[in-house]
Nanobody, 120 residues
Framework: QVQLVESGGGLVQPGGSLRLSCVASGSIVSIYTMAWYRQAPGKEREMVATISSSGSTNYAGSVKGRFTIARDDAKNTVYLQMNNLKPEDTAVYYC??????????????WGKGTLVTVSS
């Protein structure tokens, strides 16, 4: 089994910054794409940023230029640096990983989420 555990959420004022982390652990052979999604109250879950195994990144238009996704494969960790946060960034942020798991092959996992609240 594989677990994804997010951390780094919290309350921040508009214009502030937060850094989210997500650590993958378990019977992992390799990790392909890692991603961050978010779900605001009353809204559907949406992609925020993705990063491939080669380091290619993709961002939602609403966060481009403010958020940066990065990964550390030695630590099976993906990060999301969030700058110039806005109230509309308030949401539960979820980590997602597409990976190859011992005994199961290619699988996809979600973390349980971390809450980010942007408010004065």
């Amino acid at each position: 089994q594989v677990q994804l555990v997010e951390s780094g959420g919290g309350l921040v004022q508009p214009g502030g910054s937060l850094r989210l982390s997500c650590v993958a652990s378990g019977s992992i052979v390799s990790i392909y794409t890692m991603a961050w999604y978010r779900q605001a109250p009353g809204k559907e879950r949406e992609m925020v940023a993705t990063i491939s195994s080669s380091g290619s990144t993709n961002y939602a238009g609403s966060v481009k230029g403010r958020f940066t996704i990065a990964r550390d494969d030695a630590k099976n960790t993906v990060y999301l640096q969030m700058n110039n946060l806005k109230p509309e960034d308030t949401a539960v942020y979820y980590c997602n990983a597409d990976l190859f798991e011992i005994g199961r092959g290619r699988t996809n996992y979600w973390g349980k989420g971390t809450l980010v609240t942007v408010s004065s």
